[in-house]
């Protein structure tokens, strides 16, 4: 769907911007929030129902009640978040043509969506979306808005609603439905993505589950009131997987944040959406922001999960434990699986030792883990040298990282277990599903 420029006035705001701003939060305790042994789980690990019965785990329904798709003309997409949001150090710009109709705001008119001081995740998000919806969904032009109002270094106290970040984003709601109305063209929102998460570890953050819920609730009655739309308006958003390098000069070896992210989306009936994890993806040398490589590469790995809800009406699960038993010293762990079968892989990301797998307890060290097997297409096996027998057993997962060290596939938190998903990318990457962070009970 093609769109000339709108000649209509409207407020004079950077709609798609590329903030490069250091994430330079306030001080913080040397170990950056970390969670203790006694930390809580992830969620409930009780998988949702199939409701189609094609044999996906995944299939657990539409989102809010399964508002069937219908087609708009314009396809808006919000993006808030912190640095990651906008593309800090992601230089030079990859995406500087545009392929399709996906388009950006300029002030007061519709333009083609292009990266021009650094790669951004929009364009590859939007592209790959629009390919998608015309060679797999068979839904011919999707063409996807995305407007930006994230800025580096922002907690969620920052950017939630009564902010000038946030306004900005409504803003661009109403501007965009404005124009869409004046060209005469159908205008919906269909969600908002989020990259979000540095500065409130470094805040020791006790709320950001709770943070999250509030946040996507709020931005999906606000737009409802300008759009009037039915549809609902989830928020997607990925584990912060960089903390080892935040948290003051001493850096982290833990954090509680990407463990809310997990159970914000386990808890939300999927209204807020988790992407993935962020481990498997290149860094910048200073550990915390991504190369324009990497944030190309997150975008289509967001694009796929706005194919699951929104093309295809069906509920997104991330690479994620649903079972965890142990029979003496063997521990099986069964996941809810995009696209089996699982695979552990030490060639993409560097092996931390066993896997990414670790187990913790109190009151007597934990046991070594001899072996981590995949053992079914979602199960994994691992037999630890001893039967763990202290209190608050647990069983982790690309939790525990060196202090200081740079996010990333061979230096931060991380593991090796993925899927098999063999969606094609348009700049050539493997985008597969990795394993979230997590810290499950361990029987």
């Known amino acids: 769907m093609r769109y000339g420029l709108a000649s209509a006035a409207v407020l004079g705001l950077a709609m798609f911007f590329a903030c490069t701003e250091d994430e330079s939060p306030p001080a913080a305790q040397p170990d950056g929030g970390n969670a203790s042994s006694s ?170 589950q709770a943070d999250i819920t509030e946040w996507q609730a709020d931005y999906e009655a606000d737009v409802k009131a300008i759009t009037g739309q039915s549809e609902p308006i989830p928020m997607l958003h990925t584990q912060m997987s960089s903390f080892t390098k935040l948290g003051g000069a001493g850096g982290s070896a833990v954090s509680r944040i990407p463990i809310d992210q997990l159970a914000v989306h386990v808890a939300s009936n999927g209204k807020s959406v988790l992407v993935g994890p962020k481990y498997h993806l290149p860094y910048v040398s200073d550990g915390v922001h991504l190369t324009n490589e990497g944030y ?58 066993d896997y990414g797998f670790e187990i913790a307890q109190d009151g007597a060290p934990p046991p070594n883990i001899e072996s981590v097997d995949v053992t079914a297409p979602d199960t994994v096996t691992l037999l630890l040298a001893a039967e763990p027998t202290g209190q608050n057993r647990r069983l982790r997962y690309a939790f525990t990282g060196t202090p200081a060290a740079n996010g990333g596939p061979t230096t931060g938190a991380r593991g090796n277990l993925r899927d098999s998903d063999a969606t094609k990318s348009r700049a050539g990457y493997n985008l597969w599903n990795w394993c979230v962070h997590f810290d499950e009970a361990l029987p």
């Open 39 to 208: 930390s809580s789980s992830s969620g409930d690990l009780t998988p949702p129902a199939d409701d189609d019965d094609d044999g996906e785990p995944s299939d657990a329904g539409p989102i809010d009640a399964g508002v069937p798709f219908k087609a708009y003309d314009v396809n808006h997409v919000l993006s808030t978040g912190q640095s990651l949001s906008v593309g800090a150090r992601g230089t030079p710009p990859l995406s500087t043509t545009q392929p399709f109709a996906n388009l950006k705001l300029e002030a007061d008119a519709f333009a083609p969506l292009v990266e021009t001081t650094v790669e951004t995740m929009s364009s590859a998000f939007a592209n790959l979306v629009t390919q998608i919806a015309a060679d797999e969904a068979k839904l011919g032009d999707h063409d996807l808005l995305v407007t930006v109002h994230g800025v580096g270094g922002f907690s969620y106290a920052q950017l939630k609603k009564g902010t000038t970040p946030y306004a900005n984003g409504v803003a661009q709601v109403k501007i965009a439905a404005d124009l869409a109305k004046s060209l005469g063209k159908t205008h919906v929102v269909r969600a908002v993505t989020n990259v979000h998460g540095e500065t409130d570890h470094n805040l020791k953050s006790l709320t950001y």
């Open 296 to 353: 190309r590469h997150m975008g289509e790995d967001y694009a796929k999960v706005y194919r699951r809800i929104v093309l295809e009406g069906k509920r997104w699960e991330p690479l994620r434990p649903i079972a965890v038993t142990r029979a003496g010293k063997t521990i099986t762990v069964k996941f809810l699986v995009p696209s089996p079968p699982l695979v552990l892989d030490d060639v993409t990301v560097q092996n931390p030792a």
